[in-house]
């Protein structure tokens, strides 16, 4: 089974920067892609970012195109959210996922098979 682990979370000012991490652990029957999505209260949870299983084929949602940037590093099992400029509007719970049936998975919730637990986001001054 594969697991998934976020951290790097916390509060910053407007316009700071903030890298997210997701370890995996686990074992997968084959290779997998990968994203990021997160949930504001009272709000549906939203993409962000999906990434293929080699990392060589990414892509973004338009509300955070050119601010953040989504990498994988398979030697380390970890994926990465690079923020930048970010904004009040960024806060949320960010979650990392990961389908075990598609390479590049996309940008529906419904094909990711493995969440992890989220780290909470706070963009104030």
């Known amino acids: 089974q594969v697991h998934l682990v976020e951290s790097g979370g916390g509060l910053v000012q407007p316009g700071a920067s903030l890298t997210l991490s997701c370890v995996v652990s686990?074992?997968?029957?084959?290779?997998?892609?990968m994203g990021w999505f997160r949930q504001a209260p009272g709000l549906e949870r939203e993409y962000i970012a999906t990434i293929d299983t080699l990392g060589t084929s990414t892509h973004y949602a338009d509300s955070v195109k050119g601010r953040f940037t989504i990498s994988r590093d398979n030697s380390k099992n970890t994926m990465y959210l690079q923020m930048s400029s970010l904004e009040p509007e960024d806060t949320a719970v960010y979650y990392c996922a990961a389908s075990l049936k598609w390479a590049f998975p996309g940008n529906s919730a419904r094909v990711y098979d493995v969440w992890g637990q989220g780290t909470q986001v706070a963009v104030s001054s």
């Open positions: 686990g074992r997968a029957e084959g290779p997998y892609g």
